[in-house]
């Protein structure tokens, strides 16, 4: 059975004198950490610090914004109906709810949609189309889906339907033949910032939509205040946290801490986090799973419905069910978890690519378990349910293999399929199951065999207990936000003594230290890491990041240990 491989730690570059010159402004461990991210003058630097967004980012210079804008336009003149049709998770949750607050505040007749998981799967159907055609709608906006529905574009079309599709996610060879499609990345688009989440798209056209609808005599509404659910999306989507998604997070992250959304303040609360101090680590793992939560179980209106009220008894109520859901979704996580390690393992001894497929595994949280072999076996990973006719599968990957590049390989025996390089979503009749997986073995051992695949940890500075300190954890603030492509900064510290260590949390999961360099003591906790408190060496290396830990209303700096090496002397 293959084993998790072993995590490689890189030092820090070293910084060139001239580059060093460059940046002499600021405080030598940020120069370093600015470097370690690509930034290396001062202009570049002071962009990056105060998270301005690229040049050129109007909305208007992005394909297909000025014939979605003009077809609106349209439809507020001749009273008609619009569907914002969403995905089920964060991104498009958010993002259905920023359309339909911006057009609804610009008195358009606009109502939201967003399919089943369970019966509906993803992206735009045709029973949902005629349903909504049926219901009196004249034009349908999907956000964070669309972009693979060829199918559907044309039946659409067919039904006397307009279609606007924004979506971020990566077209194919065809577009469709919708009204007009908002996608950074479809060829010819001249939009610089290609990385933008679902949301951020819906925000782009909901600023253009703004201009345009004040231009014309409508109430102005200050559509910044939109960029709480822009925050949100974004994070929960793992979207890379550069560019205009920076700067998006970052204002973001203001609103959120004003704390103005009732459904947002009462999430905050159920997490038991402080509005003032909410960063985008806590969406990452505390908001937005909750969010996720609700379309991984049952259905994302319950989502939906939080983010769009404003009363607190509704909301809090709704928040309580999405905290319940999460609870059981982690626990639902846990035991397909075990199984799917077993199956996914067997099937291929040499762990090229791993497996997992059974009509017992739900649905909703296929996605979480490839993510989870993906991080812990470095593999390119597929968790699929099957019922008698289909099987439909969630892919995770590794940087070395593009996940939806291979299913595009494959797209002959598919059903559909799309995503991104790192995650990808398919539906594949059981007849070609067997195929589907011998081919994509086959393109995986091509792509990865003469590699050598391990995680890499990159440290951003080495340092002492000693340099860990108030001025320390003030400087390393200014990279947030931080997230893919931007993470929590992280130190390497070599020769620490193991004072103390105890294994915490279910199934002592985890593991408390208390770790000391001879001067300098620091309490540290290293999240499943619990099964080495029995074979912990008297001295360690250790990389972490620096933090804070707030218990009983104490505050105390905290290391959060990502992984334990023997130290060469020990």
Same mark, same amino acid.
């Given at each position: 059975?293959?084993?998790?491989?072993?995590?490689?730690?890189?030092?820090?570059?070293?910084?060139?004198?001239?580059?060093?010159?460059?940046?002499?402004?600021?405080?030598?461990?940020?120069?370093?950490?600015?470097?370690?991210?690509?930034?290396?003058?001062?202009?570049?630097?002071?962009?990056?610090?105060?998270?301005?967004?690229?040049?050129?980012?109007?909305?208007?210079?992005?394909?297909?914004?000025?014939?979605?804008?003009?077809?609106?336009?349209?439809?507020?003149?001749?009273?008609?109906?619009?569907?914002?049709?969403?995905?089920?998770?964060?991104?498009?949750?958010?993002?259905?709810?920023?359309?339909?607050?911006?057009?609804?505040?610009?008195?358009?007749?606009?109502?939201?949609?967003?399919?089943?998981?369970?019966?509906?799967?993803?992206?735009?159907?045709?029973?949902?189309?005629?349903?909504?055609?049926?219901?009196?709608?004249?034009?349908?906006?999907?956000?964070?889906?669309?972009?693979?529905?060829?199918?559907?574009?044309?039946?659409?079309?067919?039904? !006397?339907?307009?279609?606007?599709?924004?979506?971020?996610?990566?077209?194919?060879?065809?577009?469709?033949?919708?009204?007009?499609?908002?996608?950074?990345?479809?060829?010819?688009?001249?939009?610089?910032?290609?990385?933008?989440?679902?949301?951020?798209?819906?925000?782009?056209?909901?600023?253009?939509?703004?201009?345009?609808?004040?231009?014309?005599?409508?109430?102005?509404?200050?559509?910044?205040?939109?960029?709480?659910?822009?925050?949100?999306?974004?994070?929960?989507?793992?979207?890379?946290?550069?560019?205009?998604?920076?700067?998006?997070?970052?204002?973001?992250?203001?609103?959120?801490?004003?704390?103005?959304?009732?459904?947002?303040?009462?999430?905050?609360?159920?997490?038991?986090?402080?509005?003032?101090?909410?960063?985008?680590?806590?969406?990452?793992?505390?908001?937005?799973?909750?969010?996720?939560?609700? !379309?991984?179980?049952?259905?994302?209106?319950?989502?939906?419905?939080?983010?769009?009220?404003?009363?607190?008894?509704?909301?809090?109520?709704?928040?309580?069910?999405?905290?319940?859901?999460?609870?059981?979704?982690?626990?639902?996580?846990?035991?397909?978890?075990?199984?799917?390690?077993?199956?996914?393992?067997?099937?291929?001894?040499?762990?090229?690519?791993?497996?997992?497929?059974?009509?017992?595994?739900?649905? !909703?949280?296929?996605?979480?378990?490839?993510?989870?072999?993906?991080?812990?076996?470095?593999?390119?990973?597929?968790?699929?349910?099957?019922?008698?006719?289909?099987?439909?599968?969630?892919?995770?990957?590794?940087?070395?293999?593009?996940?939806?590049?291979?299913?595009?390989?494959?797209?002959?025996?598919?059903?559909?399929?799309? !995503?991104?390089?790192?995650?990808?979503?398919?539906?594949?009749?059981?007849?070609?199951?067997?195929?589907?997986?011998?081919?994509?073995?086959?393109?995986?051992?091509?792509?990865?065999?003469?590699?050598?695949?391990?995680?890499?940890?990159?440290?951003?500075?080495?340092?002492?207990?000693?340099?860990?300190?108030?001025?320390?954890?003030?400087?390393?603030?200014?990279?947030?936000?931080?997230?893919?492509?931007?993470?929590?900064?992280?130190?390497?510290?070599?020769?620490?003594?193991?004072?103390?260590?105890?294994?915490?949390?279910?199934?002592?999961?985890?593991?408390?230290?208390?770790?000391?360099?001879?001067?300098?003591?620091?309490?540290?906790?290293?999240?499943?890491?619990?099964?080495?408190?029995?074979?912990?060496?008297?001295?360690?290396?250790?990389?972490?990041?620096?933090?804070?830990?707030?218990?009983?209303?104490?505050?105390?700096?905290?290391?959060?240990?990502?992984?334990?090496?023997?130290?060469?002397?020990?």
């Amino acid at each position: 059975m293959i084993q998790p491989p072993s995590k490689l730690w890189v030092n820090p570059p070293a910084l060139p004198a001239e580059i060093d010159a460059q940046l002499s402004n600021f405080p030598k461990i940020l120069r370093q950490i600015l470097v370690n991210r690509g930034i290396t003058d001062q202009e570049m630097a002071i962009k990056f610090l105060a998270a301005l967004p690229p040049e050129n980012t109007s909305p208007r210079n992005m394909l297909g914004i000025s014939e979605a804008v003009d077809r609106i336009k349209w439809a507020a003149k001749h009273h008609e109906k619009i569907i914002i049709y969403g995905d089920y998770d964060a991104d498009g949750v958010t993002a259905t709810v920023l359309l339909t607050e911006v057009l609804g505040n610009h008195n358009l007749n606009v109502q939201s949609y967003i399919p089943n998981r369970f019966d509906e799967g993803y992206g735009l159907n045709n029973e949902a189309l005629t349903s909504l055609k049926d219901s009196g709608a004249s034009l349908v906006i999907s956000v964070d889906c669309g972009i693979r529905s060829l199918e559907e574009a044309d039946y659409s079309r067919n039904l !006397g339907l307009d279609l606007i599709i924004t979506d971020h996610h990566q077209p194919g060879e065809t577009l469709p033949g919708a009204f007009t499609i908002i996608n950074p990345k479809q060829r010819d688009c001249p939009y610089p910032d290609k990385n933008l989440a679902g949301v951020g798209i819906a925000f782009k056209l909901a600023s253009a939509i703004t201009a345009e609808m004040v231009d014309a005599g409508s109430e102005s509404i200050s559509i910044e205040k939109y960029l709480d659910l822009v925050a949100l999306g974004t994070v929960a989507d793992m979207a890379p946290l550069t560019g205009e998604n920076r700067y998006f997070v970052k204002a973001g992250l203001k609103e959120i801490r004003t704390a103005h959304r009732q459904g947002i303040r009462s999430l905050i609360g159920v997490s038991d986090l402080s509005p003032q101090k909410i960063n985008s680590t806590d969406i990452g793992f505390m908001l937005g799973p909750r969010l996720n939560a609700a !379309g991984r179980l049952e259905s994302a209106l319950d989502a939906l419905k939080l983010l769009s009220s404003h009363d607190a008894n509704e909301a809090g109520i709704l928040a309580q069910k999405l905290n319940n859901q999460n609870r059981e979704r982690q626990e639902l996580t846990n035991k397909i978890l075990t199984r799917a390690v077993e199956a996914a393992t067997d099937r291929d001894p040499e762990g090229t690519l791993l497996v997992a497929v059974h009509p017992d595994y739900n649905p !909703g949280v296929v996605g979480l378990v490839a993510s989870r072999l993906t991080e812990k076996y470095y593999r390119p990973a597929i968790v699929a349910h099957s019922n008698n006719e289909t099987i439909r599968g969630s892919c995770r990957s590794i940087p070395e293999f593009h996940i939806t590049n291979a299913l595009d390989e494959c797209s002959d025996l598919l059903i559909r399929h799309g !995503g991104h390089a790192a995650a990808a979503g398919f539906t594949i009749k059981n007849i070609h199951w067997d195929e589907f997986v011998q081919r994509l073995l086959s393109i995986a051992r091509r792509e990865l065999a003469h590699l050598n695949l391990h995680p890499t940890i990159r440290a951003d500075a080495c340092v002492r207990f000693m340099d860990l300190n108030t001025e320390t954890y003030n400087t390393i603030q200014l990279i947030q936000p931080t997230g893919m492509n931007n993470p929590q900064v992280i130190f390497r510290s070599q020769n620490i003594k193991v004072i103390r260590a105890w294994s915490v949390g279910r199934d002592s999961a985890h593991l408390k230290l208390k770790l000391s360099d001879g001067t300098v003591t620091f309490d540290a906790i290293a999240f499943r890491l619990g099964h080495l408190v029995n074979n912990l060496p008297p001295e360690i290396d250790l990389l972490y990041t620096f933090e804070i830990n707030e218990y009983n209303g104490n505050e105390t700096f905290q290391l959060n240990v990502i992984d334990i090496h023997p130290s060469d002397k020990a």
